[in-house]
C-alpha cells in the first residue's frame, strides 16, 4: 500500500523534472511578465469557459459570443508569449493523459471485461 | 521521459495488486454472478447517470424521479454483494484521487503560485 504512494511521489518528481514541466513554467512566466499579455489571455480564458459551460447546460451561444470568441483567439495569436504557452500546455496534457491512461488500465480493463462478458 | 512513463507503469503494475483493486474485481464479480443483484444495480447506474445529467443541465427533477431514486438505492441496498461492490468502488476512488492529488501537484503548484502572484 505505502508502495503505491512512494511510486505515485516518484512519478510526481519525474513530472516536475520534466522537459514539458519546466517548458510549461516558463511560457506561464514569460505571460504573466506581459500585462497586455497577461490580460489578452485571461479574457480569452474566461470566454472559453463561459461558452463551455453554455456549451454543457444546451444554451444557445449567440452571433455576438462567437465573433468575440474568434476576436479574441486572434487577438491572443498575435503574442508569440501565449501561442508559446498554449504549445507548452498542450503538451503537458497530452503527457498527463497518457500517465492517466496507463494508471487507470487495470479499471478500464475490470469494468472494459465484465460489461463485455455480461452482453 | 521514457523514465516517466516507466514510473506509471510500475504505479499501474502497483494499482492492479493492491488489496483495493483485488477487492473491487472480486466484488464486481460477485454482483455480475447474481443475475437479480447485478440488474437492480445496473438500473440503479442507469437513473443515477439520468438524474446527475439533468442536474448539470439544470433540468428540473420530479419528485416521481426522486422517489423512484430513493426505492431504487434501498432495493440495491438490500443485497450485501452490491453493498460490496459499492464500498470497495469508494475505497479504489480515493486511492486513485490520492495518487491523481500527488502527481498533478506540480501542475497545481504552478497555476495557484502564479495566480497567487498576480492577485
Known amino acids: 500500500m505505502a508502495n503505491t504512494y512512494d511510486i505515485a511521489y516518484d512519478l ?4 516536475r523534472e520534466s522537459d514539458e ?15 497586455e499579455a497577461k490580460k ?7 470566454l472559453q469557459l463561459e461558452l463551455q459551460q453554455k456549451q454543457m447546460t444546451g444554451e444557445a451561444i449567440s452571433e455576438e459570443e462567437a465573433k468575440s470568441a474568434e476576436q479574441s483567439f486572434q487577438n491572443i495569436q ?13 503538451r503537458m ?27
Not at 514541466?21 to 500585462?35: D, F, G, M, T
Open 12 to 15: 510526481e518528481k519525474q513530472i
Open 21 to 35: 514541466y519546466e517548458q510549461l513554467k516558463q511560457a506561464y512566466q514569460a505571460v504573466n511578465e506581459q500585462a
Open 93 to 119: 496534457s497530452l503527457m498527463i493523459n497518457d500517465l492517466n491512461q496507463i494508471i487507470t488500465k487495470p479499471l478500464q480493463e475490470l469494468y472494459g471485461t465484465l460489461e463485455e462478458e455480461n452482453k
Open 40 to 46: 489578452l489571455f485571461d479574457d480569452f480564458r474566461q
Open 78 to 90: 498575435q503574442h508569440k508569449e501565449i501561442t508559446a504557452l498554449m504549445s507548452a500546455e498542450q
